[in-house]
C-alpha cells in the first residue's frame, strides 16, 4: 500500500510558476511510474504529465508541453510537476497517481491539490 499527498497548490497571477509536490510513504515509490492529472470544475480529470519510474521517459498533454515539467527524486520517494506560465485555463485540482510498469492504470491516487489562475 502507497500513500500519496500532494503539496504546492494554491493561488496564483497569470504567468506565474508553481511546483507541485507528491510525497509518496513506503518504500516502493521507486518501482511505480509517476503521473500528474487535473480536473476542473465540471470537466472530467485530464492527464497532465508522466515518468517512468527510472525517470527516462517522460510524456505531456499538449496544454503542458513548454510549460510544464515532471520529475523525481527516489531517494526522497516525491515526484513534482514544475509548472510555468500559468493561465486561468490551468485551474483545476491536481492529483499525482503511482502505476506499475508496464500497466495503463494507475493504482494509487492523492487526495488532490488546488491550484487558481486569476488575476
Known amino acids: 500500500q502507497v500513500e500519496l499527498t500532494e503539496f504546492g497548490g494554491g493561488s496564483v497571477q497569470p504567468g506565474d510558476s508553481l511546483t507541485l509536490s507528491c510525497a509518496a510513504s513506503?518504500?516502493?515509490?521507486?518501482?511505480?511510474?509517476l503521473g500528474w492529472f487535473r480536473q476542473a470544475p465540471g470537466k472530467e480529470r485530464e492527464f497532465v504529465a508522466a515518468?517512468?519510474?527510472?525517470?527516462?521517459?517522460?510524456d505531456y498533454a499538449d496544454f503542458a508541453k513548454g510549460r510544464f515539467t515532471i520529475s523525481r527524486d527516489n531517494a526522497k520517494n516525491t515526484g513534482y510537476l514544475q509548472m510555468g506560465g500559468l493561465k486561468p485555463e490551468d485551474t483545476a485540482v491536481y492529483y499525482c497517481?503511482?502505476?506499475?510498469?508496464?500497466?495503463?492504470?494507475?493504482?494509487?491516487w492523492g487526495q488532490g491539490t488546488q491550484v487558481t489562475v486569476s488575476s
Open positions: 497517481a503511482l502505476r506499475l510498469p508496464g500497466l495503463a492504470d494507475y493504482t494509487y
Open positions: 513506503g518504500r516502493t515509490f521507486n518501482t511505480y511510474g
Open positions: 515518468l517512468s519510474w527510472y525517470g527516462g521517459n517522460r
